[in-house]
């Protein structure tokens, strides 16, 4: 996944901006775009175990 994170304007206090791939998030400030991001990432490196039922059929 392809992750940016970009003010929406120069202008200092802008808004803030999260790509992932095609979707966008808005955030109010750089630091909590970058804490969203910050999860996002946790989340995606996390262990995920698969149902009973799928792993029988992998």
């Known amino acids: 996944m392809d992750i940016q994170v970009r003010p ?6 802008s808004l803030w901006e999260v790509r992932m791939d095609r ?21 995606l490196a996390a262990p995920h175990a698969l149902p ?5 059929q992998a």
């Open 8 to 13: 929406l304007t120069p202008l200092e206090g």
């Open 23 to 43: 979707r966008k998030v808005t955030f109010r400030s750089e630091s909590e775009a970058r804490a969203f991001v910050q999860t996002l990432q946790a989340r």
């Open 52 to 56: 009973l039922a799928e792993q029988r």
